[in-house]
């Protein structure tokens, strides 16, 4: 399906378009509330990236992280305009009107830029899990999120092979970056784990063969991240897991902030047209 | 048959100095013709030194512009603005890198230029000065800064040397989008809400004056522009792209419901252009000085963005070193 | 977007914010940075098309300057195939030489089909 399309039907919805489960049997609240713990993923990591445009590293890196920004923030726009066409709401709506408790994005998408380093960690290990994720779900019988799907895992290879390069730099090159990668795969690394956790809204959709089962992808996860870490001379932590809480309405301590930011205009002219 | 580079430092060698007398006219016969000037032709010193202060000066200014915009991609007031916003910002770095790229052509490395900029001894467009307290600056700044900046450059297309006018050619294509989107911000400001158009206002009668100063001054007080012109880098005066500017912008101004903040402003039978109001030219100046809202901050802000990179920048190298001599260690290898 | 592009609004003389022309110079380190290489970017815009000079990037090894050039040269669909090859790597004849290479080509007008003129009007050629 081509962009326009999977836009198109995103917008038009299963009321008037051909969507899209298989089965009655699901409920579309379900599909919504899936598509928006993709969609806000996608939608706090695109903001975090649009904090970094002017203060690259180097001016074509400036480019290249506004370019994965840009995926993201289009990967989350027909993810927010579908689950809003099943549920009556636009984009903006979504995005601009809901509270952090209403947000369900998993808590490692929420943490503050950082440096550079944080910055790539965190890519590495989203767009990792993304690539996963995406290209199973390019097979969903949703074809709306199929459709969606079929468009990002391009992008998130392309998010995962630059995340890669810059690991291996950072990683094997000065004392002074590689200590900075350690601590920013240190710090992150609590919070991977919430992403392949499965729920039983999850589970419905993927018996339905809608949704991944997120607790599948870890396997595959670990099998793409360790050789990078190895290859990169990291050292890939040993600690507890936090105990997240994004996708069920216990949002990162960090994600108010980042509202409040984001949305601070739209919500002086409720209502307004931009 | 030389091994310098097509677009690095020419070698020191009299000949790319026009000073011979056979190379200054040949110089002087291809700017006659119209012909363009490429990086490793003879040419005077002040040509190539004019070209490299020009071109840094246009680098810099599309660098320090993201700014003023990159202050509203967090709070975009929706999703669609938000990526637009960001595109158009990272198309001003894009169009920084092009021009420092023609930039490098003439001998002088991307590094200087940044040093410069970062030392405060080279300059930017004085109009990233200003601040962007609103949103309907986005519009502003797209209708009247990028559609006085256009008014600009596609006369550059045409400019004498070779890189620059190419560079110019791409930058002309990619930015016409910039001024439309502009325009679609404020129009729709402008019929929205009351506040929303007065928001619209407010921010074209901050910006009107301002851009109209892009232009630089009056042509009785530009010290460069005779110059410029006989070697066609530059094509038009600057009050004749300065009239052609305001000419463009009246209409324009209808369609958008706003009103033009110069009392001056009327058409003038005669001439068949509009007469326009005295620019202020002493705050034109104090913001040259340093004494605009934002000097300073522009200037930490790119300091800091380049301070702040510069581990990750020895990291790279760092790292592209230890594969060279990885390369260079399995070569030796296989060749014994 | 630039403001100085007509070479108007920025005129010589000092610095525009504030520092009197670079006394400090707090962008660099008591060591200078060794910068990143400079490479020329040819691009082919379709398939069917030779690669075309496109312009030059800083990148720090081979697969950056790919990456780069990807984001900075394609952004609007412009590619389908990058090359990138380091500008110090890169030969270039000298101008100095344009006469001795280029001239003798000028006057071999029997390279060109309009030179022979006796098969006009003859089907087939």
């Known amino acids: 399906m081509t962009e326009q399309a999977v836009t198109q039907q995103a917008a038009n919805g299963p009321a008037t378009g051909t969507t899209s489960s298989p089965s009655s049997a699901v409920d579309r609240r379900d599909i919504a509330e899936y598509a928006l713990r993709l969609g806000d993923d996608a939608l706090v990591l695109a903001q975090r990236m649009g904090e970094w445009v002017s203060h690259a590293p180097e001016l074509e890196e400036d480019v290249a992280l506004t370019n994965i920004g840009l995926d993201l923030l289009g990967q989350a726009r027909a993810l927010l305009g579908y689950a809003g066409s099943l549920t009556g709401r636009t984009e903006d709506e979504l995005a601009y009107f809901r509270s952090d408790l209403e947000f369900r994005c998993a808590h490692l998408m929420c943490l503050p830029r950082g440096d550079f380093a944080a910055t790539i960690g965190r890519m590495l290990v989203v767009a990792a899990y993304q690539w996963e994720l995406y290209e199973r779900l390019s097979e969903s019988a949703d074809e709306t999120l199929a459709g969606i799907a079929k468009k990002a895992v391009k992008e998130v290879a392309y998010h995962l092979e630059h995340a890669r390069m810059w690991t291996l730099r950072l990683g094997d090159g000065t004392d002074e970056s590689h200590r900075r990668i350690q601590v920013a795969i240190d710090d992150l690394w609590p919070l991977v784990d919430e992403l392949f956790r499965t729920d039983d809204l999850e589970q419905r959709l993927a018996t339905a063969g809608i949704a991944v089962d997120s607790s599948a992808l870890r396997g595959p996860f670990d099998a793409v991240i360790d050789p990078i870490l190895a290859e990169a001379t990291l050292t890939r932590p040993d600690v507890p897991a936090a105990a997240g809480g994004g996708r069920h309405g216990r949002p990162s301590e960090h994600l108010g902030h980042l509202l409040a930011e984001m949305q601070v205009l739209a919500r002086q002219f409720p209502g307004a047209s931009w | ?336 | 977007m630039s403001g100085s592009a007509g070479g108007g609004a920025a005129v010589d003389g000092t610095a525009g914010a504030g520092s009197a022309g670079g006394s400090a110079d707090p962008g660099r380190s008591a060591v200078p940075e060794k910068a990143w290489p400079l490479w020329e970017v040819f691009i082919r815009p379709s398939r069917g098309l030779s690669h075309t000079h496109a312009g030059s990037l800083h990148a720090a090894d081979a697969t950056m300057a790919i990456a780069n050039a990807r984001d900075l040269y394609t952004r609007r669909a412009e590619g389908v195939s990058i090359w990138v090859v380091r500008s110090a790597d890169l030969v270039a004849s000298s101008p100095d030489e344009k006469d001795a290479l280029f001239d003798p080509a000028g006057d071999k007008i029997y390279r060109y089909p309009t030179f022979f003129t006796a098969s006009e009007g003859v089907p087939g050629l």
């Open chain 2, 1 to 336: 048959m030389e091994s310098t580079t097509p677009t690095g430092a020419p070698a020191v060698d009299p000949a790319h100095d026009a000073s011979s007398d056979a190379a200054s006219a040949e110089f002087d016969a291809v700017i006659a013709a119209d012909g363009r000037i490429e990086p490793r032709d003879a040419m005077p010193d002040a040509y190539r030194k004019t070209l490299v202060r020009q071109m840094s000066q246009h680098a810099n200014s599309e660098i320090i512009g993201m700014q003023p915009e990159g202050n509203w991609i967090t709070r975009a007031p929706s999703l669609m603005r938000k990526a637009i916003l960001m595109a158009k910002v990272q198309d001003e770095a894009g169009h920084g890198l092009y021009l420092y790229s023609a930039a490098e052509t003439l001998g002088t490395s991307r590094a200087e230029m940044t040093d410069a900029l970062l030392a405060g001894t080279a300059r930017y467009s004085s109009i990233f000065n200003y601040p962007t307290p609103t949103w309907a600056d986005m519009g502003a700044i797209g209708w009247l800064v990028d559609g006085a900046a256009i008014v600009n450059q596609v006369p550059l297309c045409r400019c004498s040397y070779g890189p620059y006018a190419r560079a110019m050619v791409r930058i002309c294509k990619e930015e016409s989008f910039h001024q439309r989107q502009g325009f679609e911000i404020l129009l729709t400001l402008s019929r929205g809400t009351a506040a929303q158009h007065e928001m619209a206002q407010d921010a074209v009668n901050r910006w009107y004056a301002p851009s109209l100063m892009m232009f630089g001054p009056p042509d009785a007080d530009s010290s460069h522009s005779a110059q410029s012109m006989a070697w066609k880098i530059k094509r038009f005066s600057n009050d004749e792209l300065r009239q052609r500017f305001v000419d463009m912008l009246v209409p324009q101004a209808e369609a958008l419901g706003l009103t033009l903040p110069d009392e001056g402003l009327r058409w003038n039978e005669q001439r068949g252009h509009y007469d326009y109001g005295e620019l202020d030219w002493a705050e034109f100046k104090a913001v040259l000085r340093g004494e605009g809202q934002c000097n300073a901050q522009r200037l930490t802000h790119r300091r800091r963005a380049h301070e702040d990179g510069a581990w990750v920048r020895a990291a790279a190298s760092a790292y592209a070193a230890k594969q060279a001599a990885k390369d260079d260690a399995r070569q030796e290898v296989s060749a014994a």
